[in-house]
């Protein structure tokens, strides 16, 4: 499976783009996120909204699992270079897809402990008309 379709690239290259803009004007930018790769035999996932001029470097939502997600960058070349049991390799959502920005996955994955909770989380939010910006507070 090809991880990036130029399609996702191109879209990846704007948002770095728009993001570098956005860093001139001193002005907010949170775009949603583009593409959920994740380990089929694990925990770990990536949310990922730009790609480098390098065409390598990606930065998003990064969770490996151990119940702290961050954001930053990360590598496309050492995420398809992982060689997983049975010859799996990291894989793309083909199915994902949200309109939450990336401040909101961020701010829910670490409430949740992960982006899968906080993804289940926030489609429960969405089927219920739900529009979240900061997850819920312990009372």
């Known amino acids: 499976m090809i991880l990036l379709p130029d399609d996702l690239r191109a879209a990846l290259v704007a948002n770095a ?10 002005a907010t930018f949170d ?10 035999l694990g925990a770990a ?23 702290c997600p961050e954001l930053g960058s990360f590598s496309l ?11 799996l390799k990291i894989e793309r959502d083909i199915g ?3 309109h939450f920005p990336l401040s909101v996955w961020a701010a829910w994955s ?16 969405a089927l219920g008309g739900a529009a979240p910006r900061n997850p819920p507070v312990d009372g």
């Open 96 to 98: 994902f897809a949200t």
């Open 17 to 26: 783009t728009d993001s570098r803009a956005a860093q001139v004007r001193e």
């Open 45 to 67: 996932t990536w949310l990922a909204t730009e790609l480098d001029e390098d065409g390598d470097t990606l930065f998003g939502l990064a969770d490996l699992g151990f119940g």
């Open 110 to 125: 670490r409430r949740a402990g992960s982006i899968i909770w906080a993804e289940t989380l926030l489609n429960r939010a």
């Open 31 to 40: 775009p949603v996120p583009v593409v959920k790769l994740f380990n089929p």
């Open 77 to 87: 070349s050492e995420i398809t270079a992982v060689e997983l049991p049975f010859g």
